[in-house]
């Protein structure tokens, strides 16, 4: 079987690197983004079974773009977006289907792992 393999998104060194060790821990393959450019390039490049991106990003793509690439490449793929604000997200959303999962900032990342696991094919 083919590991799972998640697009992180952050512009926080020390944000991805505890995703990528909790990530991998959980078994999965992990790629890392500083900005939605490399983002961008990462989609071009390759497939992937969940993207997690954080909203704001420095450059000109943010992660709604991120979202939007992702699906026309890979439609349905599961998406997590982490906000700071995430009232402000649910009209951006709407157009997204299936619809992205928001997780709020701080990260709760015991609850980021259940529900990343939860994505995850049974083994």
Do not use: W
Not at 6 to 34: F, K, P, S, Y
Not at 88 to 101: C, G, I, Q, T
């Amino acid at each position: 079987m083919t590991q799972f393999r998640i697009l992180v998104v952050e512009d926080e060194i020390i944000v991805r690197m505890v995703l990528n060790e909790m990530l991998t821990d959980l078994g999965c393959e992990v790629v890392q983004a500083a900005t939605g450019e490399e983002g961008a390039a990462h989609l071009a490049e390759g497939s992937f079974d969940l993207l997690f991106t954080d909203v704001r990003l420095p450059g000109a793509l943010s992660g709604l773009d991120m979202a939007e690439m992702a699906r026309a490449k890979m439609p349905g793929i599961p998406v997590i977006i982490a906000s700071g604000a995430t009232a402000d997200l649910k009209e951006k959303l709407a157009s997204l289907e299936p619809p992205p999962v928001v997780m709020p900032k701080p990260y709760n990342f015991a609850a980021l792992m259940t529900l990343v696991r939860g994505m995850m094919p049974a083994a």
